[in-house]
């Protein structure tokens, strides 16, 4: 007997270029589009507060804009298989004319949608009532004349005199039409199908604005923005022989300010910097990023855990963020001889490695983000925790919250602080029934492993993270 989904659990999140809008989407297809709503009027309460030399600090707030069904579910009647409606990725698209552009992605087929205001024009009462009929001006005196001579068909004229008929004319009803109110319309601009056989995994957008690239697990395909019945297939690791398959592709991103270069990532760990300038299909890279694991230390879960499932670019393009199952690892794109920071993230979960494989696990996919001014590092875990490093020299800044009404619950505080270091957290045990399900970190803290946090975004200029438990969306401002 299938399963039944849960379709309004989160599955993509995402924060435009401003930082004023934030979208989701979920298993049942939908987008839900968020504002912020404290930088309005902000720009006089600025400048009254410099006057009187107050510091400047909101807290952001942002309410629910609108929301639209995104994709449905399909059938490909072809390979006989399902296509679930699941939002897989939200790229956010340069706005203009006041309007919100945005990508979003299923399995197999991305669309490109325009959300703007529009007027919503109404029809109002068809003119006057009847007890005012006579007030709109008809004429009844039958003695007046207005021509000389009467005509009939044919231009004939049987008389010299013309008069209204007696009681005047029946007034004239016309409808009004106005405009009483604005309201958000999503309206899909262009869909792109038809280009992959295995399932999308990213896509992103360019910085020129009219490019974006998709992936799947063996090919990466250039778009152009305007024309959806061609794309260019830049990556191809297909080989003759599916048998000769070693690596998938996991993650795909355009370079945040240089439009002919982006990176990829792959199964086996590494990752690839590849310029688009060198040749149309981009079979080689530039750069190589892979650590090598130490002698010794191989065993059947290595390939597994090795894996990356989510790549990052830093705001000013110079390093990557990249996600495997156990570690955060920072990359210097300047640096390709190993990572210039690595951050345990389940490094208390090895002993349960055989468990995590028994149960699926191993294979979550986690996401990782970076601070606007690149100085820290989030991504997530089990038990709706989330994790938070402090990446530049000399940090030791190492936070765990919860994406719960009370981040610090896990953790027994009672300090109304946001966070606080990993080192300073009591280790109270929060008993949680299934012991299969349960890891024990280092500070004494347990591990749902049915309960996970694997979508979350910064926000590109302040320190507010987004993060999505379940079918919550949770907003932490520090």
């Known amino acids: ?4 989904v849960v379709v309004d659990i989160i599955s993509a999140i995402e924060f435009d270029r401003t930082g004023d809008h934030l979208a989701t989407g979920d298993r049942g297809g939908r987008v839900v589009l968020f504002e912020r709503t404290d930088t309005r009027d902000y720009a ?4 009254d507060l410099e006057k009187m030399n107050y510091p400047m600090n909101r807290h952001p707030e942002f309410r629910y804009k609108t929301e639209f069904q995104s994709h ?7 390979k006989s298989l399902e296509i679930e409606e699941k939002i897989n990725k939200i790229r956010w698209c340069q706005s203009a004319n006041g309007a919100l552009f945005l990508l979003s992605t299923n399995d197999k087929t991305i669309k490109f949608w325009k959300v703007q205001e529009k007027k919503v024009k109404k029809v109002c009462d068809m003119n006057v ?32 005199d013309f008069s209204f008929p007696t009681g005047g004319f029946p007034s004239l009803r016309l409808p009004v039409v106005t405009s009483l109110e604005t309201n958000l319309m999503a309206r899909c601009r262009r869909i792109y199908a038809h280009a992959h056989d295995y ?19 063996l090919r990466i395909n250039l778009w152009n923005m305007e024309i959806s019945d061609q794309s260019f297939n830049i990556v191809d690791v297909k080989p003759a022989n599916m048998e000769d398959l070693t690596e998938v592709i996991t993650s795909a991103e355009f370079h945040p300010k240089h439009c002919n270069m982006l990176a990829y990532s792959s199964s086996k760990g590494s990752i690839r910097l590849i310029d688009m300038r060198q040749s149309a299909l981009c079979d080689t890279h530039s750069k190589l990023f892979e650590e090598q694991d130490a002698p010794g230390t191989m065993s059947f879960f290595t390939e597994i855990i090795a894996s990356i499932s989510d790549i990052k670019f830093a705001k000013d393009g110079r390093h990557i963020l990249s996600r495997d199952y156990m570690n955060l690892k920072l990359w210097d794109i300047n640096m390709d001889s190993g990572p210039v920071a690595t951050f345990q993230v389940h490094e208390h979960l090895r002993p349960k490695l055989c468990d995590l494989y028994e149960n699926d696990s191993i294979f979550d996919k986690f996401e990782c983000c970076l601070s606007g001014d690149g100085l820290r590092v989030a991504t997530g875990s089990y038990s709706n925790l989330f994790r938070v490093f402090g990446c530049s020299e000399g940090s030791t800044e190492a936070t765990t919250l919860e994406a719960s009404k009370n981040p ?12 606080r270091s990993l080192g300073s957290l009591s280790g109270v045990v929060r008993r949680v029934k299934g012991a299969d399900n349960l890891g024990v970190d280092a500070n004494g803290n347990t591990s ?30 520090a």
């Not at 007997?1 to 039944?4: Q, R, V, W």
């Not at 007030?135 to 004939?156: A, L, R």
């Not at 694997?454 to 926000?459: C, D, E, K, R, T």
């Open 1 to 4: 007997m299938k399963k039944p």
């Open 199 to 217: 399932h999308i995994n990213s896509i992103s957008s360019n910085s020129d604005g009219e490019t974006f690239i998709s992936a799947d697990d």
């Open 408 to 419: 610090t619950r896990r953790q027994g505080q009672t300090s109304s602080r946001p966070c």
């Open 448 to 477: 749902d492993f049915t309960t996970k946090l694997l979508h979350l975004a910064w926000h590109p200029t302040e320190n507010s993270i987004a993060c999505a438990a379940s079918n919550s969306l949770y907003m932490y401002y």
């Open 72 to 78: 449905e579910p399909e059938f490909d009647y072809l």
């Open 129 to 160: 009532d009847s007890s005012k009929a006579m007030g709109n001006g008809p004429i009844v005196d039958s003695s007046i004349s207005t021509s000389s001579k009467q005509f009939i068909e044919n231009g004939g004229c049987i008389r010299n």
């Open 44 to 47: 006089g309460r600025r400048r």
